[in-house]
């Protein structure tokens, strides 16, 4: 089993932006993962941060806590190629003091995707990892509804530290993705840093009696 800390430092470009502006903002939560066969594993990692976006000619400013969880089951080919698909969630949670504004925007759906790990030594990895997605959004109070579709990549380098049984990931992230609403599209870059430690230990034995 597998439990940690992940942060992602990101950058978050708006198209059309209406004027507003976001400063990059750190991104943090659990990772949790268990490997129950050979080849098999499950992996979950919640990241969460507050936005806020401002503008030089409105007053009104915006905050936006976002949620963005992935969740696979992931199947290695072999010791350097997986591929996985499972169950990506994102949320935003959006206030406006000037304007009384709380609104929460719900969005979930399937992702499929590959990922390359590369030993460069006994204890350092070289890792790269890309996913697509196709997500369905819900919002109500005001009731509106709408898909996303995107993709992930990621590259890192990993360092398995074998006295304490963790791996320290080092990297960077890059998730694009649209939205079509009724109303019109709206384009999303999330890009910036990664840091992860994880801890990895066992349950139980694999000596049989």
Same mark, same amino acid.
């Given at each position: #089993?597998?439990?940690?800390? &992940?942060?992602?430092?990101?950058?978050?470009?708006?198209?059309?932006?209406? *004027?507003?502006?976001?400063? @990059?903002? @750190?991104?943090? /939560?659990?990772?949790? /993962?268990?490997? !129950?066969?050979?080849?098999?594993?499950?992996?979950?990692?919640?990241?969460?941060?507050?936005?806020?976006?401002?503008?030089?000619?409105?007053?009104?400013?915006?905050?936006?806590?976002?949620?963005?969880?992935?969740?696979?089951? %992931?199947?290695?080919?072999?010791?350097? !190629?997986?591929? =996985?698909?499972?169950?990506?969630? #994102?949320?935003?949670?959006?206030?406006?003091?000037?304007?009384?504004?709380?609104?929460?925007?719900?969005?979930? *759906? @399937?992702?499929? +995707?590959?990922?390359?790990?590369?030993?460069?030594?006994?204890?350092? =990895?070289?890792?790269? %990892?890309?996913?697509? #997605?196709?997500? =369905?959004?819900?919002?109500?109070?005001?009731?509106?509804?709408?898909?996303?579709? +995107?993709?992930?990549?990621?590259? /890192?380098?990993?360092?398995?530290?074998? @006295?304490?049984?963790?791996?320290?990931?080092?990297?960077?992230?890059?998730? %694009? =993705?649209?939205?079509?609403?009724?109303? *019109?599209?709206?384009?999303?870059?999330?890009? +910036?840093?990664?840091?992860?430690?994880?801890?990895?230990?066992?349950?139980?034995? &694999?000596?049989?009696?």
């Amino acid at each position: #089993m597998s439990l940690g800390l &992940s942060s992602w430092y990101a950058w978050w470009d708006v198209s059309p932006a209406g *004027g507003y502006s976001t400063d @990059p903002k @750190p991104l943090l /939560g659990p990772v949790f /993962g268990v490997d !129950f066969a050979e080849r098999w594993s499950l992996t979950s990692v919640l990241l969460i941060g507050t936005y806020h976006a401002e503008s030089d000619s409105n007053p009104d400013e915006y905050t936006y806590r976002r949620y963005d969880s992935d969740s696979a089951l %992931n199947y290695s080919l072999n010791r350097y !190629f997986k591929v =996985f698909a499972g169950f990506k969630y #994102m949320r935003y949670d959006t206030t406006c003091d000037q304007q009384g504004l709380d609104v929460k925007q719900i969005s979930y *759906g @399937p992702g499929i +995707g590959a990922g390359l790990t590369l030993p460069l030594s006994d204890s350092l =990895f070289a890792i790269a %990892n890309v996913s697509v #997605m196709y997500l =369905f959004g819900l919002q109500r109070d005001p009731w509106a509804d709408w898909v996303e579709v +995107g993709y992930n990549t990621a590259l /890192g380098l990993a360092c398995y530290i074998t @006295p304490i049984a963790t791996t320290i990931t080092a990297g960077v992230r890059y998730q %694009n =993705f649209e939205t079509r609403a009724a109303d *019109g599209d709206t384009k999303h870059k999330f890009y +910036g840093v990664t840091l992860s430690a994880v801890w990895h230990f066992s349950t139980g034995t &694999s000596d049989v009696e």
